[in-house]
């Protein structure tokens, strides 16, 4: 089925490890995004990527890198994760800056991340 | 920047009967699409209905309809015969079209349908 694939799906970490949450779609969207959900915060940005070969930070870039490896992939890198970034991420894309964005976005299934 | 606020974190229904979500908003665009997404114990995000700004008709989607109140900024979400499937975190989004179409979320709403 076309969509969005996140993986893993679940990860823990000690505070300092590295990891790489890895997107992809095959949709032929133009936009992807990374979100982090938080209890009582609903979504907040990361960072988005409007086309390929750019990206952009979000509302809460802090701690977090990204890539955009090529149209369907988007990675998000933590370099040394800290406890304040446990929470659940999701990926999404969407047609694009040059679309209407009527259609929302699609999400993956999310990762749930715990930094212990 | 724009702000999306939810004012009821939780709510209860009793099965079969009608819900109404609470959501408003905060921007300068007059152009602007609006959502009301699903998110199931499962976790997968769901879209359940949009309205774009510049269309007076409220949307609807069988069982799910939308009061959208351009001038109060508000767009609430109306449950009607509610379903044990209904239950679920529900969140509004916005979106300013023709940009990078980010879209900004409110904290969300946790419904509990009853049997």
């Known amino acids: 089925n076309a969509g969005v694939t996140q993986t893993p799906k679940f990860q823990v970490l000690k505070t300092g490890q590295s990891m790489t949450l890895q997107c992809a779609q095959d949709m032929n969207h133009n936009s992807m995004y990374w979100y982090r959900q938080d209890p009582g915060m609903g979504l907040r940005l990361i960072y988005y990527s409007a086309s390929e070969g750019t990206t952009d930070k979000g509302e809460v870039p802090n701690g977090y890198n990204v890539s955009r490896l090529n149209k369907r992939e988007f990675s998000l890198r933590l370099e040394s994760a800290a406890p304040s970034q446990t929470s659940v991420y999701f990926c999404a894309s969407s047609e694009g800056p040059r679309g209407q964005g009527i259609d929302g976005y699609t999400f993956g299934s999310g990762t749930r991340l715990t930094v212990v | 920047a724009q702000t999306v606020t939810q004012s009821q974190p939780e709510m209860s229904v009793q099965e079969a009967e009608t819900v109404t979500l609470s959501c408003t908003y905060d921007?300068?665009?007059?152009?602007?699409?609006l959502f009301w997404y699903k998110q199931p114990p499962s976790r997968q995000m769901i879209l359940v209905i949009r309205?774009?700004?510049?269309?007076?008709q409220n949307a609807t989607e069988n069982r799910f309809s939308v009061n959208f109140q351009k001038a109060a900024k508000s767009f609430s979400l109306k449950i009607s015969d509610s379903q044990l499937g209904d239950t679920a975190m529900y969140f509004c989004?916005?979106?300013?079209?023709?940009?990078?179409?980010?879209?900004?979320f409110g904290a969300g709403t946790r419904l509990t349908v009853k049997p």
């Open positions: 989004a916005f979106m300013k079209p023709y940009n990078n179409n980010d879209m900004r």
């Open positions: 921007t300068s665009e007059s152009n602007y699409y």
């Open positions: 309205q774009e700004a510049y269309k007076q």
